[in-house]
């Protein structure tokens, strides 16, 4: 598809140029918040002023990270079952929960391997097992879903999500998730699942047994924002539940593209201006292949969810409301999930060394929380120049998506 002011169109991936992660390829990330005001190497806004920060856990897998990357590591999806031992909901098992889960498992399994055979062996006109098997044991099928409501593992069953955040990357996702997390009937899982677009081959068994457990009347919900421009998702969440309500977090899509930019550059130091990868293809035009850019076309991307969902299932949450409002946003999405709006202004404030809304309180106490030192990056200066040739590039978008949504985001 041809965009005015560009080349080429939303076919490939900023992958193809080697810079950073397509749309598909994203972290599967624990977000650790930690006190406002505990201190520490906090790089974000008010840095080095006895910040907040954060810390993330990562089964990282991106493609593509760096110009000259070696082989494309294998993408890795998150472990089943959330809220098994060790894990709470708040976040899938991160790697080394994982790994300490395993372990036992897989030692258990060795020796009644070992013991079997011995004992086989052992026995009189026994024979050798037949080549074939020994050959590696297939994967493990999904877990089936767990006993309910009231299971040995705990109250409630796993189910899949109602609801989802499906986007935008940078939009402010991780913000909206943690203060719908405050609500006692929402149960969200912590990391990006990646179902829809990078594990779908696993099943929605297996995704399903990601889900923390709820009871009745409780929402589930999980934020992956690559799956608002992933080609395949609408169809394959239509398919999960048609009646799926799914949540955008837009923002200005110049500032998103630069806040996109900001988080490749503090991975990828040396890597070419923000103007250079823009207008980098040839004559200067808008280069449209890149993600950074091509993620903020907000209007094609959702003229592919209505062909899939009516408008209706949508809701649209304004980026820049939930910093000045959050409150006031958040109160929109507990009223578009059904849910009394017990997560009101008072949960929040203004945290002046973050330069950003922070949470007063976790759900059950707990003390003061603002997002990690990756939400609300410094941006790098773009030139104004820059700023404005994109802006205008983006104009007849957001009014496009505008008119689609029947909401004025006021970018332009
Ligand atoms: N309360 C609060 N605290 C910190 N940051 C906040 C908050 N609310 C919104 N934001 C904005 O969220 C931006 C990151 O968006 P996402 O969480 O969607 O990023 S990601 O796609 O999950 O990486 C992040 O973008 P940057 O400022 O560019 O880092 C923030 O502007």
């Given at each position: ?218 929402v589930t919900l999980e934020k992956t924002p690559s799956y608002f421009v992933t080609r395949e998702a609408p169809r394959r969440i239509h398919s999960m539940s048609p009646n799926t309500k799914l949540i955008v977090v837009v923002r200005n899509p110049v500032t998103r593209a630069i806040s996109d ?152």
């Amino acid at each position: 598809m041809r965009v005015p002011g560009g080349r080429g169109g939303l076919v490939t991936a900023g992958a193809a140029r080697g810079l950073e992660p397509g749309p598909d390829a994203g972290c599967l990330v624990r977000q650790v918040w930690v006190p406002a005001g505990a201190g520490g190497a906090g790089r974000g806004r008010g840095a080095g002023r006895g910040g907040t920060h954060g810390r993330r856990a990562g089964l990282c897998t991106r493609r593509n990270a760096r110009p000259a990357a070696p082989a494309a590591p294998a993408r890795r999806c998150p472990m089943a079952g959330s809220d098994r031992p060790g894990g709470d909901g708040s976040g899938v098992a991160g790697p080394g929960r994982g790994a300490a889960l395993r372990a036992p498992r897989a030692a258990v399994l060795l020796c009644a391997l070992v013991l079997g055979a011995f004992c086989l062996r052992a026995l009189p006109g026994s024979r050798p097992p037949p080549a074939r098997a020994r050959a590696p044991a297939p994967a493990p099928p999904p877990l089936p879903e767990p006993p309910g409501p009231l299971g040995v593992r705990g109250p409630g069953r796993r189910r899949f999500p109602q609801a989802l955040i499906v986007g935008v990357k940078k939009g402010g996702t991780r913000a909206l998730l943690e203060a719908l997390r405050l609500h006692p009937d929402v149960r969200a899982l912590g990391s990006e699942p990646h179902f829809f677009d990078r594990c779908y081959d696993r099943g929605l068994a297996w995704y399903r047994s990601l889900m923390p457990r709820t009871l009745d009347g409780q929402v589930t919900l999980e934020k992956t924002p690559s799956y608002f421009v992933t080609r395949e998702a609408p169809r394959r969440i239509h398919s999960m539940s048609p009646n799926t309500k799914l949540i955008v977090v837009v923002r200005n899509p110049v500032t998103r593209a630069i806040s996109d930019y900001a988080q490749t550059l503090s991975k990828t130091p040396g890597l070419p201006s923000f103007g250079a990868l823009a207008f980098g293809r040839g004559r200067g035009a808008v280069d449209t292949a890149w993600s950074a850019v091509r993620i903020g076309l907000y209007a094609l991307h959702l003229a592919r969810w209505l062909r899939v969902f009516p408008l209706s299932r949508f809701l649209f949450v304004s980026g820049e409301r939930l910093v000045s409002d959050p409150a006031g946003e958040v109160g929109r999405v507990q009223d578009f999930l059904g849910l009394r709006r017990v997560v009101t202004a008072q949960h929040f404030y203004f945290n002046a060394t973050k330069g950003f809304p922070c949470l007063r309180k976790a759900r059950g106490g707990g003390r003061a929380r603002c997002l990690g030192q990756s939400k609300g990056r410094p941006h790098p200066r773009v030139p104004a120049a820059v700023v404005q040739r994109l802006r205008d590039f983006y104009r007849p978008f957001n009014r496009r998506f505008y008119r689609m949504t029947g909401q004025d985001f006021g970018w332009d």
